[in-house]
């Protein structure tokens, strides 16, 4: 079976969103605020934004785009995003599209899986090929061709596709059920990472390090192949995820500008500015990399701290509330290297440090195996889609 093409144009309004600049400016913690919806309101898996975690005053709105609940937000990226519902109003900024449908037509699952499949992502791609900057932007969206089904076959075949997501869901309740191992078994080990109930000695994080740096301060010129280019979007509690979203920077530019802080396997990247300040993942990756000046590289001193260790001390809750807490009311959350240096962090004897290394390694194991069927998941879900889409179904 095959159904009548439409453009997007014809089935959504699709428009722009803008930013109020400086955006330092407008951010507020007033009560009269508006939604200000970003990227890390976005959780891992969902197809819902649903929250916002910061407002902007009420005048920025003439230089943002609003958008309501029911709308869909498409990321206009290099590397296109999937798509997000609105389950919440707002204002979004330049980074993302919206699509408003035009009528009850559109059931709006049935469109969440067909504007983030792979081979609409690809026809993006296509059309975006040789521009400089490979963004979407409303024309071209407007422009892609997707097949229309009747309102009751979009229903059927959403239905079929949440159940078939259903298991990847699963997946991912199991891959985050691992993280809660290892807290769990952080806090048994070395006890509350703040009150030090343990009585560990304290160190201030500079006397546990080699070296300290951050990332380039210029803007990259991203291209297409070259020398991988680490952003704060790929730092995940779990690991850096760079692979999932790949951004690359030249040979040239590597060497001249972003190869100062040398990452190397077992060094720790932090996050210190942004929407996911204090976040921190251990480079298992054996190749050179280029990094962004909101990330920060700690080289450690492998006899006094285990990077296992710090990542955990870094990323548990109790740290990051408590850093949080040090930046005051500070719209834009940053941390610099000095401030880095300064943290005072309890220093358990090595030998334990060793011992939960080995059961991080234990856990990273699993979450291997698990990654890979959450892969094969994809495959199998990624032909369902396509076989949908096609009317063969």
């Not at 975690?53 to 003439?62: F, M, Q, R, T, V």
């Not at 159940?163 to 006890?191: H, I, N, P, V, Y």
Request: glycine residues 6%.
């Amino acid at each position: 079976m095959s159904w009548p093409k439409q453009a997007l144009g014809e089935i959504f309004e699709v428009a722009r969103g803008g930013s109020p600049r400086p955006i330092s400016e407008y951010v507020t913690n007033s009560a009269d605020g508006l939604n200000w919806i970003m990227i890390g309101d976005t959780q891992e898996g969902s197809k819902y934004i649903e929250s916002t975690a910061k407002k902007i005053k009420p005048e920025g709105l003439k230089k943002s785009r609003w958008v309501n609940s029911g709308d869909f937000l498409l990321t206009n990226s290099m590397s296109f995003g999937r798509p997000y519902i609105l389950r919440t109003s707002g204002c979004i900024h330049d980074g993302w599209l919206v699509l408003s449908p035009k009528s009850d037509q559109v059931f709006r699952d049935f469109f969440y899986y067909l504007l983030g499949s792979t081979a609409l992502k690809a026809e993006f791609k296509k059309r975006a090929a040789g521009a400089v900057v490979k963004n979407l932007n409303t024309k071209l969206v407007q422009s892609v061709k997707v097949p229309l089904p009747p309102l009751t076959e979009q229903k059927r075949i959403a239905k079929i596709l949440d159940a078939a997501d259903a298991l990847r869901a699963k997946r991912r309740e199991s891959l985050a059920q691992l993280d809660a191992l290892l807290q769990s078994t952080f806090l048994e080990m070395f006890g509350d990472p703040v009150a030090n109930t343990k009585g560990w000695e304290i160190s201030e994080l500079a006397d546990v390090l080699t070296k300290l740096t951050d990332g380039t301060h210029h803007s990259p010129g991203i291209v297409e192949e070259g020398v991988p280019y680490i952003t704060a979007k790929h730092v995940k509690s779990n690991g850096i995820r760079f692979f999932d979203n790949p951004w690359y920077v030249s040979e040239k530019s590597h060497r001249e500008i972003y190869s100062r802080c040398n990452p190397e396997k077992g060094d720790v990247v932090y996050i210190k500015d942004g929407a996911t300040t204090g976040l921190a993942a251990v480079n298992r990756f054996d190749f050179p990399f280029s990094m962004l000046s909101s990330l920060a590289l700690l080289k450690l001193d492998k006899t006094k701290i285990h990077e296992q260790y710090l990542c955990a001390w870094l990323n548990s809750p109790r740290t990051k509330a408590k850093l949080i807490e040090s930046m005051g009311g500070a719209a834009i959350k940053r941390l610099t290297l000095a401030k880095i240096k300064k943290f005072r962090i309890p220093i358990p004897d090595i030998e334990l440090q060793t011992r939960f290394s080995d059961i991080v390694e234990s856990v990273e194991a699993i979450r291997e195996k698990q990654n890979k069927h959450m892969c094969q998941l994809d495959d199998l879900f990624s032909v369902i889609q396509q076989k949908a889409f096609q009317g063969q179904l």
